[in-house]
C-alpha cells in the first residue's frame, strides 16, 4: 500500500486546515493510503525533504475537530512558483525523487490559482515520466475567482466576517449627528467576490454600506465623487466598501502603488481606502475615516462559516476519493445544484482549465453605474456564509490547533 | 413619581448598550421613576429636545436581551464638551428647563473620562441652583483609564478582542519561512491597558506578541529596532503590539500625527504603526507589514467578554440605586474583592475625583526594558475577557438591536 502527502500553499483562509482535515479524514476512514504525510511550506518542503508524518496525531477526533476550525495553515505556506519543466528540471528530480523515496502514491495540494499551477506541472511531469503518483488539487482562496467550481473553500468564511464586520462598523458609524464617511477595504486584486460580499451588511435596518466599488467596473474619481456628495446631501454616515484592486478606465490601480510585484509578478497593493480617504478629504468637506480589514478578514476565525468549513472538509475527502480512483491533474469542485434550498455536490475538472484564470463578478451581479451590486447576486451569496461553528474557548480566547515548528 | 432619563457619550465600546440596558432594566423593576426618556446624542440631545421614551419598548425582555449584545450607542454619542457654567450659563439653564419640563428627576450620562465632566459640571450646577435632579456617571471606555475603579466597562470586551485577534494573527503569520515583522497597532491615546491586554494572545504555543510597546514608556526608536533585530537573529516571525499613543521621551508622538486637535484638545493620532513599519522598511532588511484594529476593536460584539457585558448591565442598574438613594455627583464604581476566584461589588465614587484624570498602567506591570509587559499584570486582565455571550445569527449576520433614527 502507497503512502499519501498534502500540503498547503498560498495566502492564508479560515477553511484550509477544515480542506486538510477532510484529507487527513479521506485517508484515514477510505485506507488507500497506509501514511500521511504533511509537507511543511508547500512545495518548498518537498523540495527541502521537510515533512510531518501525520497519521497516528490525527487518529484522535478532538485533534481533528480542532484543526478543522484553526486559522491560516497548519503545514504551513510557500509562495514558490514552479518553473517549467524545461528549464527547471531540477525541481521536478528532486519532488519525484522524494515520492519515490517516501514510497508516495498521491499528492495533494490545497491552494488557489498559483497552486493548481503547481498540479498543473507536477501532473504534466509525472505522465512524461511515466510516474504513477496522482496529483489532486483542492481549491482555498478568500478571492473566490478561480473557474468552474461555483465558489471556493474560504470565501464564505471571509464574507461571513466581512458582512458581520461592516454591520458593526454601521452601529459604530451612526452614532454621531454629523456627516462622515467611512471607507472600508476588502481585499481582492482581481475579482470583486469578497468586496461584494459586503452587501450581506443590510439586513433591514442596516443600509450600510451605502456604495460597493469592485475591481470589474473601471473606477471614475469624479463619479465617485458625485456619488458620495449626493448621499451626503441626503443623509449623514456614508460606508464605503472598495477593493483593493480597483482601477481606473487605463487598468491603473487607485491606491499609493509603490510599483514592486510579488513572485508571480502581481503588483503589491496597498491603500486604495487610503487614497480614496485622502481624495474626499481634499475635495469634500467632511470628516472621512478608512479602514483596512487587512489579514483580519482570513484569518477570523473565531467567525468563520460552518457551511465554508464543512465544504472544505468534504472538498479534502472528495480529492482522496478522485486520487483512489486513479485520478490524476483534476481539481476538486463543488457543483450548485439549488440556491433554496441550498443543495450542492463534489465534483472534479481539469486543473489546466482552471490553473492561471480568473473567474470576475458577471455583469449581472454589478448596478449599471459599478457603485453597488444587484440583488440577484443574494441568492449566490447568502447560502455560502450560513452557520456557525462550535469555537471553544480557554481562558477567554479561542482554542486552535498548536502549529508545529515550520522552520 | 419623577421620570429619568438616560444618555451615552464619547467613543463606542460593545458593552455601552448592556450599562444603557442595566439603566433600563433597574428603573423598570425598582419602580422607583415613571417613565424612563433617552437622551438622542448624549448632552446635545437634551439641549436640542431630542429624547424617546424607552419604557414600553424594553418591557420587552426579547429588546433588553438584543440590546445588551450591540454594539455602540443605541442611543447615539456626542463629544460636545460643556463649558463652564461661568461662561456658558445658556447651556446649562437649557438643560435644567428639558428636565423641569420632562418631570425628570435623574439623569445617568454614560460615558468616558469627558463625559464624567459632564456629571459633574451639572451636578455642581444642580447644587448651585437647588435642584432635585440627580445626576449620576456610569463609565464606559476601552482604554480601562478612569481612576478609583477596578476597570471599566467595554474594556473587557476590546481586551478580547485584542488578544484573540492577536493569537489569529499569529497563526496567519507563522506560515511562511521566511523572516518577517508585523506590527499591529491598538488604541490607547495615553493608557496602555488595551495594548497590555495582548499579552493575553501568549496561550502557552503561541509566543505572540514578541514585543509590547506602551504609551507609559518612553519609546527609543534605536532601542525598538535592537529588539526586533534581536528577535530576529532567533527566529522568523516576530509580533508586535504597539500602542497608538507611544512618544519619544520628549512626549512628541511616535506617528505621522498631522497636529490636529478634537473638541477636547487631544491630538489626533494616527500612524505609529505604520510610522514603525516605515522604519522597519528603511532600517532593517526584513518583509515588514502594518495592522490597525482601528475601530474593529471596539465594535466587534460578536467576540465581547460575557463578563464584560454582565458587569457593565450590573453597573447600570447600580447606577439606579445609587439614585434613588438620594445620591448625586457620583460614579458608578466595580471594586474588585478577589482575582482567584474573581469577585467584584459595585460602589461609587465622586465623580469629581475622576473627570480629567487618567489612570495609567503601573510600573510594575511594564517590564524594566519598556518592550513589554509583566507576567504581575496576568491575574488582574485574565478575569476580565473570560466568558462568551450568547450571540444570535440571522441569514448568517449577527443579530443586533436596530438602531432607532438619530438626527
Known amino acids: 500500500m ?47 525533504g521537510r515533512s510531518l508524518d501525520l497519521t497516528e496525531l490525527f487518529q484522535n477526533s478532538e485533534n481533528l475537530d480542532l484543526l478543522k476550525v484553526s486559522p491560516a495553515m497548519y503545514l504551513g505556506s510557500c509562495r514558490y512558483k514552479l518553473p517549467d519543466m524545461e528549464t527547471g ?18 499528492f495533494f495540494y490545497i491552494g488557489g490559482n498559483d497552486s493548481m499551477d503547481t498540479v498543473d506541472k507536477l501532473s504534466a511531469y509525472a505522465a512524461k515520466i511515466g510516474s504513477q503518483v496522482r496529483i489532486i488539487g483542492i481549491p482555498k482562496t478568500i478571492d473566490n475567482d478561480l ?20 454591520l458593526e ?16 477595504e476588502i481585499m481582492g486584486r482581481d475579482a470583486g467576490w469578497l468586496t ?8 433591514g435596518y442596516s443600509p450600510a454600506p451605502h456604495l460597493i466599488y469592485l475591481p470589474e467596473t473601471a473606477f471614475e474619481t469624479e463619479a465617485f465623487l458625485k456619488d458620495v456628495s449626493s448621499l451626503l446631501a441626503k443623509q449623514n454616515n456614508i460606508i464605503i466598501a472598495v477593493s483593493e ?15 514592486a510585484v510579488d513572485n508571480f509578478g502581481h503588483s503589491q497593493l496597498s491603500g486604495a481606502g487610503k487614497t480614496l480617504e485622502y481624495l474626499i478629504q481634499d475635495r469634500l468637506d467632511v470628516k472621512v475615516r478608512s479602514i483596512e480589514l487587512n489579514v483580519l478578514q482570513r484569518c477570523s476565525s473565531h467567525i468563520s462559516s460552518l457551511t465554508d468549513l464543512e465544504e472544505s472538509f468534504c472538498q479534502g475527502q472528495h480529492g482522496v476519493s478522485l486520487a483512489a480512483g486513479g485520478n490524476t491533474g483534476l481539481m476538486v469542485t463543488i457543483n450548485r445544484t439549488s440556491s433554496e434550498p441550498y443543495q450542492v455536490s463534489y465534483g472534479s ?29 443574494l441568492p449566490y451569496l447568502r447560502p455560502l456564509v450560513q452557520g456557525e461553528p462550535d469555537i471553544r474557548f480557554a481562558q477567554g480566547i479561542p482554542c486552535y490547533l498548536p502549529v508545529p515548528h515550520l522552520s
Chains 1, 2 share one sequence.
Request: include cysteine; glycine fraction near 10%.
Open 2 to 48: 502507497k503512502n499519501c502527502i498534502v500540503a498547503q500553499s498560498g495566502g492564508p483562509t479560515a477553511a484550509i486546515n477544515a480542506s486538510l482535515a477532510g484529507v487527513i479524514k479521506g485517508v484515514l476512514s477510505q485506507k488507500e493510503y497506509g501514511r500521511i504525510y504533511g509537507a511543511l511550506n508547500g512545495i518548498t518542503g518537498i523540495l527541502e
Open 89 to 106: 528540471a531540477e525541481d521536478y528530480q528532486k519532488i519525484f525523487t522524494f515520492f519515490e523515496n517516501m514510497d508516495i502514491g498521491a
Open 147 to 166: 473557474c468552474i467550481t461555483d465558489h471556493t473553500p474560504g470565501f464564505g468564511s471571509a464574507a461571513k466576517y466581512v458582512a458581520a464586520t461592516l
Open 169 to 184: 462598523i454601521y452601529h459604530d458609524t451612526v452614532i454621531y449627528n454629523l456627516k462622515s464617511v467611512t471607507i472600508v
Open 196 to 203: 461584494a460580499s459586503s452587501v450581506l451588511a443590510r439586513n
Open 245 to 259: 484592486g480597483i482601477r481606473d478606465k487605463d487598468g491603473k490601480y487607485i491606491s499609493a502603488s509603490s510599483g
Open 349 to 377: 475538472a481539469p486543473v489546466c482549465e482552471i490553473a492561471n484564470r480568473v473567474k470576475s463578478v458577471p455583469a449581472e451581479f454589478i448596478s449599471p453605474q459599478g457603485n453597488d451590486v444587484t440583488p440577484a447576486i
